[in-house]
């Protein structure tokens, strides 16, 4: 994981509420333990049609969204199963943050384990976002807010740990072993105490 402590990028907007995992990654797709290559199949049924062509029609697949790392979805975004797969490829499309009013809990665990940021904002925010698809946003980690263009400031609440681990581009046992010297000097000290 590479570290995440500011992003600014224009938003791709998906106005829907309820995306589920399935649509998020369809469970065909769910054959590897890897989490490169997942890129393709990230929204392949909204992005492709039945003989595997581009869909014009589709948002993401319009002229730009490559270049957008901030995803705006509708509320309740990824419900449904637990899949580590659906966020593996939201990340492998580009995507390095995903705003929305509501994150399905699940969802919201897996992402922030593996490096995508979650972020929950206002319904009034995030409506203002869903209406505005492609603007610039600056988000910055070390004191977990969002700047819109107009430089209205909206915080997020982003749990302590995760923040961490983003900020320093590891996940839990990353964190961990990068600690390995301070615990053995700790176990030493509680073995000289006993």
């Given at each position: 994981?590479?570290p995440?402590?500011?992003?600014?990028?224009?938003?791709?907007?998906?106005?829907?509420?309820?995306?589920?995992?399935?649509q998020?990654?369809?469970?065909?797709?769910?054959?590897?333990?890897?989490?490169?290559?997942?890129?393709?199949?990230?929204?392949?049924?909204?992005?492709?049609?039945?003989?595997g062509?581009?869909?014009?029609?589709?948002?993401?697949?319009?002229?730009?969204?490559?270049?957008?790392?901030?995803?705006?979805?509708?509320?309740?975004?990824?419900?449904?199963?637990?899949?580590?797969?659906?966020?593996?490829?939201?990340?492998?499309?580009?995507?390095?943050?995903?705003?929305?009013?509501?994150?399905?809990?699940?969802?919201?665990?897996?992402?922030?384990k593996?490096?995508?940021?979650?972020?929950?904002?206002?319904r009034?925010?995030?409506?203002?976002?869903?209406?505005?698809?492609?603007?610039?946003?600056?988000?910055?980690?070390?004191?977990?807010?969002?700047?819109?263009?107009?430089?209205?400031?909206?915080?997020?609440?982003?749990?302590?740990?995760?923040?961490t681990?983003?900020?320093e581009?590891?996940?839990a046992?990353?964190?961990?072993?990068?600690?390995?010297?301070?615990?053995?000097?700790?176990?030493?000290?509680?073995?000289?105490?006993?």
């Amino acid at each position: 994981m590479k570290p995440l402590q500011k992003l600014k990028s224009r938003t791709l907007v998906l106005d829907q509420d309820n995306i589920d995992t399935d649509q998020i990654i369809p469970a065909r797709f769910l054959t590897t333990t890897q989490r490169e290559g997942l890129a393709k199949a990230a929204f392949a049924d909204w992005r492709f049609d039945a003989d595997g062509r581009l869909r014009a029609d589709c948002s993401l697949n319009a002229p730009g969204a490559s270049d957008c790392q901030i995803l705006v979805a509708g509320d309740n975004f990824g419900c449904g199963s637990s899949r580590e797969h659906a966020v593996w490829a939201l990340e492998q499309f580009g995507f390095k943050a995903v705003i929305s009013a509501r994150l399905a809990d699940i969802f919201r665990a897996n992402a922030l384990k593996n490096g995508l940021l979650a972020i929950e904002l206002g319904r009034p925010v995030v409506a203002w976002l869903r209406q505005h698809p492609g603007v610039e946003l600056d988000i910055c980690l070390e004191d977990c807010r969002v700047t819109l263009p107009d430089g209205a400031s909206h915080g997020f609440n982003l749990d302590p740990f995760a923040r961490t681990c983003l900020m320093e581009g590891v996940d839990a046992l990353g964190y961990l072993l990068a600690k390995t010297d301070l615990i053995a000097r700790h176990e030493v000290s509680q073995a000289g105490a006993s």
